[in-house]
């Protein structure tokens, strides 16, 4: 099972136009003198309350490429050129080069979530599962509904045989994003096979 090969490999971005928040609620904003959405924890909350509510997968997508969005942004330019380029590097199959700049970011920004979810996708790749974990790990402790995240978390249990701990890895995916039809059909695959070995 490559889950689009964790989630396009935990995710790989490619920068798509944001979900715009609908009209009503902006003129709703303005008539009430409320603050505009300006950081970045904000917006993120206004899209995962999105995403939560969402059951349209192809409207859901959309919130979730804006999330992504959102996560990609460092607030570094030097950050943003390392991840280009550990990006270009990865494309090119450079991956001791990518691992180099992916090492370098999250020595420059720790708390930086994609620096720690493309390392752990990076890792994923190479087979190094042990290290691709403790990276979802780090991930998960800055941003808990990082949903390519816990999507890594889950192949990984499954491909350790963990399928108990990779359900409630699915299961929180879809608490996180419940229309992603990928991670549905996993949960069902997983919660068949265990229950197969019950009866």
Aim: glycine share 6%; hydrophobic share 40%; net charge negative.
């Amino acid at each position: 099972m490559r889950f689009y090969v964790v989630c396009a490999a935990l995710s790989l971005l490619v920068p798509l136009p944001g979900v715009a928040f609908a009209q009503d609620d902006q003129a709703a904003a303005t008539t009430q003198n409320e603050p505009a959405l300006t950081t970045p924890a904000e917006r993120l909350n206004v899209l995962f309350a999105e995403l939560k509510r969402e059951r349209d997968p192809d409207k859901a997508k959309l919130i979730s490429d804006s999330i992504r969005v959102e996560w990609r942004e460092s607030g570094s330019p030097t950050v943003n050129f390392l991840m280009q380029q550990a990006d270009k590097a990865m494309t090119e199959d450079k991956d001791p080069a990518a691992l180099d700049y992916l090492d370098e970011v999250i020595q420059l920004a720790p708390g930086y979530v994609e620096g720690w979810n493309q390392r752990a996708t990076l890792n994923y790749k190479l087979g190094n599962y042990r290290k691709s974990m403790s990276d979802i790990n780090r991930v998960l402790a800055i941003e808990p509904r990082h949903f390519g995240a816990i999507a890594g978390m889950a192949m990984i249990l499954t491909s350790y045989g963990r399928d108990e701990l990779a359900l409630e890895a699915w299961q929180r995916f879809l608490d996180v994003y419940p229309s992603e039809r990928r991670a549905q059909k996993a949960l069902g695959e997983i919660a068949e096979k265990l229950a197969g070995k019950r009866t």
